[in-house]
C-alpha cells in the first residue's frame, strides 16, 4: 500500500517561524523558537541535537501531540496543505494513521502489552476503516510485516511484544505506523539501542518508504545514522534551529560551532586513548573531512595477568514461545573467555545473540544450563550455585544498566542509592556521606545531588549516578550492559571520558556490552564478537576491526554507519542488507 496519490504533488509539511511553550515552563518563553521546516514525498529531513534541544517536541506539534497545554504558533503552519493551527482535536485523529503514522524509541513502551503484536498493526487498518473485512485486514497486517522485515508474520502476529526481541520489536512498531500507508513516517529515534544490523535493516525499511514517495522525518541524536539516509538536516541547540541544509553540506563543513562539536565528540577506533568532550574540528580546506583534534587521557596501567572472571563452557536454552510445545531456543552455546584485572573486554553481537544472557549469566542473575563461572578465583556460577554461596563476593562485582531510572527505586534519593552501594562496606554514618559526597565528586557531581530524585535527574546524570553506585564497594569487575546507547552524543562522550577516567584510577576490570562499534573501539582491549550464541570471533580491538576474519564480523563493520561514507554508497549498502536473510 503506497502513500496517498493526492499529496504527492505538494509540501507534506511547510511551515515557518514555529513557536511551542507552555505557560508554567521555561519562565513562559518558548522551548522552541523560529522554526522553519519543509517536507516533500521522497525526502527524509533529520532533526539532530542533544536532549532537550526541542527535537521531539517539534516532531510531535506534527500531529498535534505537543502535549496539553501547548501554546504553539508559526507564520505559517500547513500539514498536508491545510492549516493546522485551526485543526480540532476530530481532525488530529483524522491525521493519524492515514496521512501520519509515527515511530517512538521504545516500542515495549509504546505497544499495548495487552494485545498481539497482530491486533496492534491491525488497529489502524479498522479504526480508519481502510479494510473492513477481518480477513483483508490480516492480510495486510501479514504483508506489512513481512515488509519491514519480520520473519514467520503469521506466527509473529500471535504473539505479544514482550515474546519478541528489540529488533523485531521496533519493526512491529514501524509496520504498525506504516499499516494505512501513511503519506508521513516520523521516526523518533527509531534505532537508538539496536544493534547495527537491525539498525540498518530499520533504515533500509525507511529507506523503502522514501523510494514509495513517502515523507520521513527523521529524530535522532545518532549523526552517522542521519548521514545513512536524510537527504536535509536541521541541528536543534536550545530550540532553535543552528544549523540546516543538504546532509553533506551540513556534516562536512558544519557553520556552526555546536555542530562541530557535535561531529568532534564521535567517538571511534581512532579516539582511542582521547577525551572525547575535549574534542574540537581544526579549520580544514573545502571539500576535506573535518580534522579532529583532542586532548589525551591519562595513561592507564597495563592490565595484569590476574584473572578476575573466568568463564567455561557455559550454555542456555529456552523452550521457543509460540512454537511447538518441545521446541527449544538455544540463547548460548558453549561460551568461554577470560577477563583480567583492569581489562576492558567488549562484547558485541545482533540482537537475540546472548549478549544480554551471557551479561546475566556472569552477574549470577540466571544460572547456565551448562557449564561454569568462576569470579576472583571462587565458584560463581554453575549447576547446583546458590545465591548464599555467592555472597561474600557479590559486592565485588557491580552492574550498570541501559536504563537506570529503571533500575533505582524511585522512592529513594541518591543519597540513598549511594549509602546501598556502600552497605558492604559497614561505614558509620558520617563516613557513608562522607565517601557518597566523594563519589559523586568523582563522576562530575557533587553534594548538591545527594537529595535529589533519579527522576529530576538528565539522562546523562542519571547515568553518572549509576556509575558512582558501581564504584562504591569498589569493586574488581564491573558489567556494562549499553551503557551509553540511549544518549546523545555530547552526553555520551562525557560519560565514556568518566567511564575510563575511573576505570584508570581504580583499575577496575570492565565487560562492556555494546551493540555501537565505535564505542567499543574507543574504549575496549579485547572483543567478543557473538552470535546465535556464539562466539564465532575474539582479539584485540585493533585486530578483529581492521582485519576481521569472521563473514559475520564483516557483515557487522559493514553494516555500522558512519559519517565517514559516502551518502549515496551508505543508501545502497542499506539497501542490500535489508535483503539479507534475517538473523
Not at 18 to 28: E, P, R, T
Not at 78 to 92: M, P, S, V
Not at 168 to 197: F, H, Y
Request: hydrophobic letters at 45%; one cysteine or more.
Amino acid at each position: 500500500m503506497k502513500s496517498q496519490a493526492w499529496v504527492q504533488d505538494r509540501l507534506l509539511v511547510d511551515i515557518r517561524g514555529l513557536s511551542i511553550g507552555f505557560a508554567n515552563a521555561n519562565g513562559g518563553a518558548p522551548l522552541v523558537q523560529g522554526v522553519d521546516l519543509t517536507i516533500r514525498p521522497g525526502e527524509c529531513v533529520a532533526l539532530v541535537g542533544e536532549s532537550g534541544s526541542g527535537k521531539s517536541l517539534t516532531a510531535r506539534s506534527l500531529l498535534g501531540l505537543a502535549g496539553r497545554g501547548a501554546l504553539i504558533g508559526a507564520q505559517r503552519f500547513e500539514i498536508a496543505g491545510r492549516d493546522a493551527l485551526a485543526f480540532t482535536e476530530r481532525d488530529w485523529r483524522g491525521l493519524r494513521g492515514p496521512f501520519a503514522g509515527l515511530v517512538m524509541q521504545d516500542a515495549l513502551v509504546s505497544l499495548d502489552p495487552l494485545r498481539t503484536v497482530g491486533a496492534e498493526i491491525a488497529e489502524v487498518l479498522a479504526h480508519h476503516r481502510v479494510l473492513r473485512s477481518r480477513a483483508d485486514r490480516r492480510a495486510r497486517v501479514h504483508d506489512v510485516m513481512t515488509d519491514v522485515g519480520i520473519p514467520e508474520p503469521a506466527m509473529r502476529a500471535r504473539q505479544y511484544a514482550h515474546e519478541l526481541s528489540g529488533g523485531l520489536r521496533q519493526r512491529a512498531l514501524i509496520a504498525s505506523a506504516i499499516a494505512a500507508g501513511p503519506a508521513l513516517v516520523i521516526a523518533d529515534e527509531p534505532t537508538t539501542a539496536l544493534d547495527v544490523t537491525v539498525q540498518a535493516q530499520v533504515l533500509a525499511v525507511l529507506a523503502e518508504r522514501l523510494a514509495q514517495g513517502v515523507g520521513v522525518l527523521l529524530i535522532s541524536h545518532d549523526l552517522a545514522v542521519v548521514a545513512g539516509i536524510a537527504d536535509r538536516v536541521l541541528v536543534m541547540h536550545g530550540g532553535h534551529v543552528v544549523d540546516s541544509g543538504a546532509t553533506r553540506d551540513v556534516l562536512h563543513h558544519p557553520s556552526h560551532d555546536y555542530t562541530r562539536q557535535l561531529l568532534a565528540a564521535q567517538p571511534s577506533l581512532e579516539s582511542r586513548g582521547h577525551r572525547l568532550s575535549s574534542a574540537r574540528i581544526a579549520s580544514t580546506a573545502r571539500g576535506s573531512m573535518p580534522a579532529i583534534v583532542r586532548d589525551p587521557l591519562p595513561a592507564r596501567a597495563a592490565s595484569s595477568d590476574r584473572v578476575v572472571l573466568d568463564v567455561e563452557g557455559i550454555g542456555k536454552t529456552y523452550r521457543r514461545r509460540g512454537g511447538a510445545r518441545d521446541e527449544r531456543f538455544t540463547a548460548l552455546d558453549d561460551v568461554s573467555f577470560r577477563v583480567r584485572e583492569g581489562e576492558v573486554l567488549g562484547i558485541i553481537g545482533e540482537s537475540g545473540s546472548g549478549k544480554s544472557t551471557c551479561g546475566n549469566i556472569v552477574l549470577g542473575l540466571l544460572a547456565p544450563d551448562r557449564g561454569a563461572v568462576r569470579f576472583m578465583g571462587s565458584e560463581w556460577n554453575g549447576a547446583g550455585l546458590a545465591e548464599s554461596s555467592r555472597r561474600a563476593l557479590r559486592a565485588r562485582m557491580q552492574y550498570i544498566p541501559q536504563d537506570p531510572l529503571s533500575s533505582f527505586d524511585p522512592r529513594h534519593a541518591v543519597r540513598e542509592l549511594l549509602a546501598e552501594g556502600l552497605h558492604s562496606r559497614r561505614l558509620s554514618r558520617a563516613d557513608v556521606l562522607d565517601r557518597s559526597v566523594e563519589l559523586l565528586e568523582q563522576v562530575g557531581l557533587g553534594a548538591a545531588y545527594l537529595d535529589r530524585r533519579p527522576v529530576s535527574l538528565s539522562g546523562g546524570q542519571r547515568q553518572r549516578v549509576a556509575i558512582a553506585r558501581a564504584l562504591a564497594p569498589e569493586p574488581a569487575l564491573i558489567v556494562c550492559d549499553e551503557p551509553v546507547s540511549a544518549l546523545d552524543v555530547y552526553v555520551q562522550a562525557q560519560v565514556l571520558d568518566l567511564l575510563v577516567s575511573v576505570q584508570a584510577r581504580h583499575s577496575t576490570a570492565l565487560l562492556f556490552i555494546s551493540h555501537d562499534l565505535d564505542v567499543v573501539g574507543h574504549l575496549c582491549d579485547r572483543v567478543l564478537v557473538f552470535k546465535s550464541g556464539r562466539v564465532v570471533e575474539e582479539g584485540d580491538v585493533d585486530t578483529v576491526f581492521a582485519h576481521p576474519r569472521h563473514a559475520y564480523t564483516r557483515l557487522l563493520k559493514a553494516s555500522a554507519p558512519t559519517f565517514r561514507h559516502r551518502h549515496e554508497d551508505r543508501l545502497d549498502e542499506t539497501s542490500a542488507l535489508a535483503r539479507e536473510p534475517m538473523l
